[in-house]
């Protein structure tokens, strides 16, 4: 007979774990939500399949979307008809159904719009990984120009100039501005200014090939107005604590310069709604075909 009240030694330290796991999951997933590096509604598609989403209470959930306090949580939920010591996976259909139609009031998706042009740009926060899946998407269509930015900031070992950057000095970069050869151009990070060389562009999208740019928020706000049908595609760490990972991991940066990185990077996951595309880089491979997807898809 097993005893369901005193189970075997093994079998509790096997539940702590567990339990120990599932908070730090839903800890993760709080982080995310705050960040939005997931919107609320990646959440609630993955509640059947993510123990972390599935055992998250609704109070909580509600209370890490951004600008949602205790009280207008609590209104959110008498507004609902939903108690508030449900969690995420006890919530009926109709329920589930309701909360989603208020998220999608609340805080909408992205839409693709139609009409996209040649021109790509590819965004997202600082170590997500944009310059690997750059990379990757030009080895796989060497048809693609990827564009090589103009940047006052030294070259890091082994970055090669005219492959990785044109790297200039200020006097230069100020000309280019002034001559009207860049396309954008902004200091990213409070610090080194970077921009692109429109000529190489205007070429290529003359002669019908696509063009991909892999540039900051700014550059990218600026590629829309100077070209409203610009695709923009904005790439996702899987996680907050990755992007943090991955940023600490790759220890080109001292801890400074990391936590002014993470300040922006704050700023730019907030601005993911101006995109046109969201695409999570969990697996450089797929992310890459992901937005290779997109670019034949304006092709
Ligand atoms: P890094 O110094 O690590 O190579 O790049 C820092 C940031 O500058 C990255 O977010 C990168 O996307 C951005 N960046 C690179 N080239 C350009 C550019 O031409 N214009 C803009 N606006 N940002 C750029």
Redesign the pocket.
Known sequence: MVDAKNPPEVDRVAASRKAIAARRGRASLKRDLGTRVVTPQDVMRRVDRDPAAATLRITEFLTALPAIGEGKRDRILAELGISPVKRLGGLGVRQRRAVATWLDRRFPEPQPRAGRSRLLV?????AVG??TVAAQIQAAHPELLL?V???T?PP?PG?VDGT??YFVDDASFDRMVENGE?L???T??NK?R????RMPIERALADGRSVL????????R?VRRAEPSATLVFLLPPSWDELVQRLVGRG?EDAEERAR?LR?AKV?LAAQGEFDYRVVNDDVARAAADVAALVRRVN
């Open positions: 590819l965004a997202g926060p600082t944009k310059g564009s930015s103009a940047t900031r890091r970055e990785h950057y860049l954008e151009h902004a990213v990070h080194y970077y921009g692109t060389p740019l892999e540039i900051d928020l700014q550059g990218a600026q080109t990185r922006t730019e």
